[in-house]
């Protein structure tokens, strides 16, 4: 059962333009949600996490909308560059037995064309 | 990597064998996590520490144990490999801090495991 759900699966876009990935969860008690940026061959890296008090948060080119009342939400990569394309995961992370712990979408492979 | 080794980065055994994988920080981060990558499914979550000897289960951790005996070292074992453990297994530490730090992880390189 997957506690967090990610779509599109893939995603291609030009250059200088939007890239949308959405994500959606169930768990109300889920207290903080990264997005991590995975390239080939090398472990996923935090992008840009926000907490579900929080309706956006923004840096640089990349944004976060959190919709609570949906628990819906999604990453924004404006001005698009070819080196953006990698695998983002959304994560959702929750209390359990000492620890944190993330549970994550199935991803989005992102392509940016030049 | 964020003072993160994994080891070995590839390995290729048979079913049936035992398989240890050794993820070794140099960040002195209280939290350590094993996850497994798999098509279609994102990364889950096998086993996790929250100190020396201290460890818990995640969500897919039948047929893995792990061992922590000491802050920096924290191993993951199957015990007898099957086909469906082949996968690509991240490792990752995050902070022990009175701020919200500690939520965030960070992740070794990977080692990919195939089991034939």
């Known amino acids: 059962q997957q506690q967090v759900k990610q779509s599109p699966q893939s995603l291609i876009v030009q250059k200088g333009g939007i890239s949308i990935i959405n994500c959606a969860y169930e768990?109300?008690?889920?207290?903080?949600f990264p997005w991590y940026q995975q390239f080939p061959g090398k472990g996923p890296a935090l992008l840009i996490a926000?907490?579900?008090?929080?309706s956006e948060k923004k840096e640089g080119r990349f944004t976060i909308s959190f919709n609570k009342s949906a628990k819906q939400f999604s990453l924004h990569i404006m001005d698009s560059q070819p080196g953006d394309s990698a695998t983002y995961f959304c994560?959702?992370?929750?209390?359990?037995?000492?620890?944190?712990?993330?549970?994550f979408g199935t991803g989005t492979r992102l392509t940016v064309i030049p | 990597d964020a003072g993160i080794t994994q080891s070995p980065r590839h390995k290729v055994t048979e079913t049936g064998t035992p398989v240890t994988l050794r993820c070794h920080q140099t960040?002195?981060?209280?939290?350590m996590y094993w996850y497994r990558q798999d098509p279609g499914h994102g990364l889950r979550l096998i086993h996790y520490?929250?100190?020396?000897?201290?460890?818990d289960k995640g969500e897919v951790s039948d047929g893995y144990s792990v061992s922590r005996s000491k802050t920096e070292d924290f191993l993951l074992t199957l015990e007898s490999a099957t086909s469906s453990q082949t996968s690509v297994y991240f490792c990752?530490?995050?902070?022990?801090?009175?701020?919200?730090?500690?939520?965030?992880?960070?992740f070794g390189a990977g080692t990919r495991l195939s089991v034939l």
């Open positions: 990752a530490i995050s902070e022990s801090t009175s701020s919200g730090r500690k939520n965030i992880q960070y």
């Open positions: 520490s929250y100190g020396v000897k201290d460890t």
């Open positions: 994560a959702a992370s929750i209390w359990r037995t000492g620890a944190n712990n993330l549970f």
């Open positions: 960040e002195n981060h209280r939290y």
């Open positions: 926000i907490r579900p008090d929080v």
């Open positions: 768990n109300t008690a889920f207290d903080y």
